[in-house]
């Protein structure tokens, strides 16, 4: 019986000796947690809000006296000035300007197109529903000469286009735009003014550098003793 006693207390302690710690289980193994995707939130506004054409309008109409006080400068350079405009807004939630351009013009004067611009880029505009808008407005500064200027086709001047053709190609570099001008050419052939409409927001800063270059082009014929007016595409 003694030994017996003996025997049943030395094996736990072998066990324990050769063995190690017990094996685990499936069970006791340790857990994933199990991972969720984190996804960036997009902000983005892919769509266009609207705005009302007849509020736009009338906004416009509250300019003209702006509007005109801006051509009456632009005579003081050239007696006949007068044409048409078409703009191109985008007009902000909060009813501010974002940008604004002319996309076409038979003003001929670049200065008074900037003028035009500048108004309207001051000015407070009707809220747009459902973010920025964008909307047109075509007008026009009627002459305010008793007689209106020779009317050019564009072959009067191509023979001085092409010779001042590398600056114009400089002016145009890297944009994304079509750009069309219009300007009035004196006696003896001398550009009295010049404008340019593009058809792209990022055409702005090179109509003035196309302008620039027209109004000191030279060898252009001399309509007379009475300004002409000449449009072309560049």
Known sequence: MHALRTFALACPLALLACGGAPAKTADDAPKEEPQH????????????????????????????????????????????????????????EDGSIKWAYLEDSELGDRDTEKCLLEVVRGASWPKPDGGDAEARYSMELPEQSTRPPNDWSSDKIAAALGKHGDAIDKCKAGA????????????????????????????EDKADCLAEVLEKMHGLPSPGSWPAKVSFGL
């Open 37 to 92: 995707e984190i996804k960036p939130q997009l902000k983005l506004k892919s769509e266009l809000g609207t705005v009302d054409p007849d509020a736009v309008g009338r906004a416009f109409h509250a300019l003209n006296a702006r509007f005109g006080d801006c051509q009456t400068k632009g005579l003081d350079r050239v007696e006949v000035l007068g044409g048409k405009v078409a703009f191109f807004l985008r007009i902000g």
């Open 176 to 203: 994304n735009a079509k750009f069309r001008a219009t300007m009035y050419v004196g006696p003896g052939g001398k550009v009295l003014a010049a404008g340019v409409s593009t058809s792209s927001k990022d055409g």
